[in-house]
């Protein structure tokens, strides 16, 4: 493990001097005036969704005139403020940050604003307030998923729900949101709960598992993200019980819009990846130039089904 | 009348049903030299496990210093005063001689309890110990600068420093020239003389009537006789060992020679050997001697391409070759049967069959898969021409005793059906019947018309068997003596040249 | 008669974990009815599928007294490589599955060719492959998955054959075929030799550096079926799959006796320690025991079955 992080900080390092040389060449705008640079460090650019906030923050950027410097925490906190750290050193105008964990990553915010460079958390917070945060409550996403259930069974049923990593922000949240509707719902019962780890092959698996256990007693299935909910729905398919079980999950990738055209996903709750990347930036823009900005920005969620579909699809 | 402080009675081990040990004793007093003999496989070894408690027997009593030992650790019997200074030396080759020394009882030794290592403080008590021993070591020095022979030493201060009053010596003298045995023999004569008993284990005859006192010999597991060491003479103590009288222990050579096979010009290797030169006839015996360092094994190894001569010919049946690998020389007939059996000999995991096909597989095979019926027929056909004692071709290599280890490793050289064969110290660890035998298995493949060069430290064994005898001294070679005219005397006049 | 049989059960050096599967089976048997059925049997064999073949691979590698690190990562490029050109309408199925083998494959003799030419440790010259891997499978993809993948091809890891999945009967042939290589045929037995005692099969003609070549070559080729099979299963190539994939096999492979030191294990070792991993893993679902538990468990009954093991060998 510590031979990889040697691995991927070697990659990372050459990735800052091309990045260095690129700025020697390209820094200085026509006019004169300094280019802004901002630095970005992303909690995994192996996920599809912060691959997709990532591409937006950099056509924002593209647009705006401004270098962004990408790099990737490859999931590790520790990495992310080391991330952080040589940001400060190169001394760029403002950073934004996708972060790993809510605690860990939470001293890159404090070295950052001790060194007077505005931060932007995206997408997920941290217990240190940054200067501007830009994304999702994700305790609504799951409240919409499990309303969608609770709409769906009439209030009345057997429900499993699947987790991400225990642990993550966004798996507390989820989890939170999804309780609090059980809740004020008695008629359905959580049947079981189990961790998918984000995971497809993983959620595969723990459904074949499941539908041994519990079978046709199962009425729906809410994954907390969309890979787990196409493994859900994946295994369900096989076992032929896919037409009577309920299965939504959360993010709305492409795979997963696919899958709510053709019927097997029933729904899924978008999260506005574009509008979080590009926030982000003109956040970041915006508080390295001095000028006013949102000290929060939050974007909502929505639920995709069948019959809203079109305006999601590309 | 000297006081007894170890006595063994009635022991018995088996493994898997086989009796190891059957009913053995052994009475060891104070201060005596005490040698236990044994051909390999008579349970010489199971014995000094029990005893130092790496096992423990099915029955029979250990008494020492008049307390019964039961069911005790490795740990607890060295506390008590048992100590074993093992063929392989068991040292921690990055650590310095003290530290060796110490390792595992820094805190006893040193009266240190608070577990920080004090090393000055080791260094002290082990030039102590060290210089008690007449032994002249650095004890900063670090253990694997040391030859096999300042090792040993290290061991017995090791022994001595635990106040071991009785100290196994298992082969102490397979790996050390013949200055360091008396150096040991001294060390030796002291301990004795401070009381402290030594059970010695060695198949050198010369060495045992020069030290022991006592000898006793087990045979097949069992208890044979104690005596003397004035009472016995070599050739009775032979019998004892072996059942029967070993009146010749070379058999009479083949005296029909072919055409030359192998001929070797001008050989050189730098910092090895340097203008080697020789042929081998068919059925020929060529001898290689000359003392340690020679460059005897550097010689055989490039024959067969371990590590190649840098240049010089190798003609075999006239035409010229070039060897570059092991793989070089099995296609050109070359077999070699390493001095180092436990590194390059066999493979452990293996069993006997596996082992003595394994350079011979293709032959075995139909397309890529292995002829099971073919192999196991030519492994039992293997095992009965040489005589192997096991319990079944499955049967792992690392269960044997060393003669039969040795015999597989040839029988795996043989399987190829080399036209030379180098066998580099065939008997070393090999006890007297197995050696006779193993004798006896050379001169029936010098009989088929095979070349065979022979590397051997023993001067008999080499007298004995070669038709030839080239000297080596420092990587070169000083003389070729044919059998009429070689003596030890002219051997190592030229060896020392 | 029952000293035979355990005799033979110690031949083949697996007596123990052999014991702890049957007893683990028999404990979750009578804890939950749903485990042994037909159905969840079925269930289980696909489960383990990818990991055994791995763990086959891997196998290999250790008796040579080698390791493969890089296992997970050729199981993400081959699954990229192979849904790059499975789309439905494009190519016949031989070609997407002839192109992730050809790439673990030429991966694994990467490894071959590195570690026999260079004399660095299969264990730094693997972890920098893993590394490679991983980015190669990110590159080819862009970092996104590779979905919309033909039926034909999705057939491989969920279809079945007479009610049999289909990822089972890849099992079980592969499971075969290896261990035919190992007992039976001349390369096998040279494995175990230079696992063994590398200088003494040098010694005795043995081409050891061919033999390292056909080992990790094999290992990428499994690694591949592996990558084809996963890919297939999840209808989608994802660049992060397998990630941790190679420290799941060598535990099977170490669970089932194989020795890390080389020169020791066995296919239905190895095969026996994969179905425990995976019997643990489906029976503490159907237990719904929560994952936090569930590694304890798991790391629990891995160290468990290796002491009972080893306990077993120490006996004979």
């Given at each position: 493990m510590k031979l990889n992080s040697i691995c991927s900080f070697v990659l990372i390092a050459s990735v800052f001097v091309g990045c260095n040389q690129s700025k020697n060449s390209e820094s200085e705008t026509k006019d004169g005036t300094r280019k802004l640079v901002i630095g970005s460090t992303m909690?995994?650019?192996?996920n599809e969704f912060v691959v997709n906030v990532s591409d937006e923050m950099e056509a924002k950027a593209k647009e705006l005139g401004v270098e962004l410097i990408t790099v990737d925490a490859e999931r590790s906190a520790l990495k992310q403020v080391e991330q952080v750290e040589s940001f400060i050193a190169q001394g760029v105008d403002a950073i934004v940050m996708n972060p790993?964990?809510?605690?860990?990553?939470s001293p890159a915010v404090k070295l950052a604003l001790d060194a007077k460079i505005p931060i932007i958390n995206v997408n997920s917070e941290t217990t240190a307030k940054p200067t501007s945060f830009v994304g999702s409550d994700d305790v609504e996403s799951a409240r919409i998923a499990m309303n969608y259930i609770v709409k769906k069974l009439g209030g009345k049923g057997n429900v499993i729900m699947m987790h991400g990593y225990m642990g993550q922000a966004a798996q507390i949240k989820r989890d939170k949101g999804a309780k609090e509707i059980l809740k004020a719902n008695?008629?359905?019962?959580?049947l079981a709960e189990q961790s998918g780890e984000w995971d497809r092959a993983k959620a595969m698996s723990l459904t074949e598992n499941w539908v041994q256990s519990y079978g046709t007693k199962i009425n729906a299935v809410f994954a907390q993200n969309d890979e787990m909910g196409l493994g859900v729905v994946k295994a369900l398919e096989a076992a032929g019980l896919k037409n009577k079980i309920i299965v939504v999950s959360i993010d709305a990738i492409p795979d997963a819009l696919q899958a709510v055209k053709k019927g097997t996903l029933d729904a899924t709750v978008y999260q506005n990846a574009k509008q979080q990347g590009s926030k982000a930036i003109e956040n970041a823009v915006k508080a390295a130039k001095g000028e006013a900005f949102e000290k929060e920005v939050l974007i909502p969620f929505q639920l995709v089904t069948k019959e809203n579909l079109s305006e999601f699809l590309k | 009348m000297t006081e007894t402080i170890l006595q063994i009675k009635n022991l018995t081990k088996s493994f898997s049903g086989i009796k190891?040990?059957?009913?053995v004793q052994l009475t060891i007093k104070k201060g005596e030299v005490h040698a236990l003999m044994g051909?390999?496989?008579?349970g010489k070894s199971t014995f000094m496990k029990i005893l130092i408690g790496l096992l423990s027997p099915d029955s029979g009593e250990i008494v020492f210093e008049g307390n019964t030992i039961k069911n005790s650790t490795v740990n607890e019997i060295s506390k008590r005063g048992i100590s074993m200074i093992h063929q392989e030396i068991l040292i921690?080759?990055?650590?310095t001689v003290a530290q060796n020394i110490f390792l595992g009882r820094e805190k006893e030794i040193l009266g240190n309890?608070?577990?920080?290592?004090?090393d000055k403080n080791i260094t002290i008590k082990a030039a102590e110990f060290l210089s008690e021993l007449g032994v002249d070591i650095?004890?900063?020095?670090?253990?694997?600068?040391?030859s096999v022979a300042q090792m040993q030493m290290v061991e017995i201060a090791k022994a001595v420093s635990n106040d071991a009053t009785v100290i196994i010596m298992d082969e102490?003298?397979?790996?050390?020239s013949d200055r360091e045995v008396s150096a040991l023999f001294k060390i030796i004569r002291d301990l004795k003389s401070k009381g402290v008993a030594i059970i010695y284990i060695s198949h050198k005859m010369d060495e045992i009537f020069e030290i022991c006192d006592t000898i006793t010999v087990l045979r097949d597991g069992k208890y044979i006789a104690t005596k003397s060491?004035?009472?016995?003479d070599k050739n009775s103590l032979i019998a004892m060992m072996?059942?029967?009288?070993?009146?010749?222990?070379f058999p009479e050579p083949v005296l029909e020679k072919g055409e030359i096979i192998l001929s070797v010009k001008n050989l050189n290797k730098k910092g090895k050997f340097s203008a080697i030169s020789f042929d081998v006839s068919a059925g020929e015996i060529l001898g290689i001697s000359g003392l340690m360092g020679a460059g005897r094994t550097e010689i055989a190894e490039a024959i067969y391409g371990l590590s190649p001569a840098d240049n010089g010919t190798i003609h075999i049946n006239g035409e010229e070759i070039k060897i570059k690998s092991p793989q070089d020389a099995v296609a050109n007939g070359i077999g070699y049967v390493s001095e180092d059996r436990k590194r390059l000999g066999?493979?452990?995991?293996?069993?006997v069959k596996q082992n003595l096909t394994?350079?011979?597989?293709?032959?075995?095979?139909r397309g890529i898969f292995i002829d099971n019926q073919k192999e196991n027929v030519a492994a039992d056909q293997m095992i009965a021409d040489l005589k192997i004692k096991a319990?079944?071709?499955?049967?792992?290599?690392?269960?044997?005793?060393g003669g039969n280890q040795q015999k597989v490793v040839i029988g795996k050289v043989l399987a190829a059906s080399p036209k030379i064969i180098i066998l580099d110290e065939?008997?070393?660890?090999?006890d007297v019947g197995a050696k006779f035998e193993i004798y006896k298995l050379i001169n029936s493949l010098a009989a088929k018309g095979i070349a065979i060069i022979m590397i051997s430290s023993e001067l008999p064994e080499v007298l004995g068997m070669s038709d030839r005898i080239m000297v080596l001294s420092k990587g070169i070679q000083t003389a070729i003596l044919s059998r009429k005219e070689a003596t030890q005397e002219l051997i190592m006049k030229y060896a020392v040249q | 008669m029952g000293n035979k049989l355990t005799s033979r059960f110690r031949d083949i050096g697996q007596y123990g974990i052999f014991l702890a599967f049957v007893i683990i089976c028999l404990i979750l048997a009578f804890s939950t009815?749903?485990?042994?059925t037909v159905s969840n049997l079925m269930n289980i064999g696909t489960q383990v599928s990818i990991n055994a073949l791995l763990a086959f691979g891997v196998t290999f590698v250790i008796i040579t007294g080698g390791i493969d690190l890089s296992l997970g990562s050729m199981v993400a490029v081959t699954g990229v490589l192979a849904a790059s050109f499975?789309?439905?309408?494009?190519?016949?199925?031989?070609v997407p599955v002839f192109i992730g083998l050809a790439g673990g494959l030429a991966i694994g003799a990467f490894n071959g060719l590195v570690i026999t030419k260079s004399k660095v440790p299969p264990f730094i010259v693997t972890l920098g492959t893993m590394t490679i891997g991983r980015g190669l499978a990110l590159i080819l993809s862009n970092g996104r998955p590779i979905s919309n993948l033909s039926d034909s091809f999705n057939f491989i890891g969920g279809g079945n054959i007479l009610g049999i999945p289909f990822p089972i009967i890849i099992l079980v042939l592969a499971f075969l075929i290896c261990s035919a290589i190992l007992n039976k045929t001349i390369l096998g037995r040279y494995m175990y030799a230079v696992g063994g005692n590398e200088p003494a099969a040098r010694a005795s003609g043995i081409r050891v550096n061919h033999v390292k070549m056909w080992v990790y070559t094999i290992c990428g080729l499994l690694s591949a079926v592996g990558g084809i099979l996963l890919t297939s299963r999840i209808t989608t190539g994802q660049p992060?799959?397998?990630?941790?994939f190679e420290l799941d096999a060598i535990a099977a492979a170490i669970i089932g006796g194989?020795?890390?030191?080389?020169?020791t294990g066995t296919m239905t070792g190895t095969l026996i320690g994969a179905l425990l991993i995976g019997v643990i893993s489906n029976s503490l679902d159907l237990l719904n025991v929560t994952s936090y538990y569930q590694q304890v468990v798991m790391g629990a009954i891995i160290i468990g079955a290796v002491v009972l093991d080893s306990m077993g060998k120490e006996k004979s």
């Open positions: 909690l995994s650019m192996q790993c964990e809510v605690e860990a990553s008695p008629g359905l019962k959580l | 190891a040990l059957d009913d051909e390999n496989g008579a921690i080759p990055e650590l309890k608070s577990g920080w290592l004090n650095d004890p900063n020095i670090k253990m694997k600068y040391l102490p003298t397979s790996a050390i060491a004035s009472e016995l072996v059942g029967r009288e070993i009146n010749n222990m066999f493979i452990p995991q293996l069993s394994l350079a011979s597989l293709t032959e075995h095979c319990s079944g071709r499955n049967q792992k290599v690392t269960h044997l005793s065939p008997t070393r660890g090999i | 009815p749903k485990f042994f499975a789309h439905p309408d494009t190519y016949p199925l031989i992060n799959a397998g990630a941790g194989t020795s890390t030191s080389g020169g």
